[in-house]
């Protein structure tokens, strides 16, 4: 499949975690939720399969190749980071547990861009 860069081009992320380590930047972050078609297997393991950008593109994900535990410090709720490959870059893909007991909602999911 030929990508045009100025369309399927996954946007930057900023970089992330290291153990209890969160990058300094030079630039604004900002938080974007995108929507990501995962598979649950039958023991609850979640892999992420492809990324839906806000703008309506989709960025199917090759591999994962770490996952880690990684609250969010603002909101302070648990979540997850995957390490991914996408186009052949390494990228982090976030997941924020819900805190609503009883909700249908698990969570959500979102990357960090540079704000432009």
Known sequence: ???????N????SSGVPQKNHRPQHTQRIQRVYVKVNSDFDATGMVTPR???WTDGRVFPIETVTDFRPASSMESGHPGDCYTVIIHGE???LFFQRSHLVGNHCLGRWWVEVPES
């Open 9 to 12: 081009t996954f946007p930057r």
């Open 90 to 92: 390494q990228k982090y």
């Open 1 to 7: 499949m030929n990508y045009q860069k100025s369309h």
């Open 50 to 52: 492809s990324i839906t």
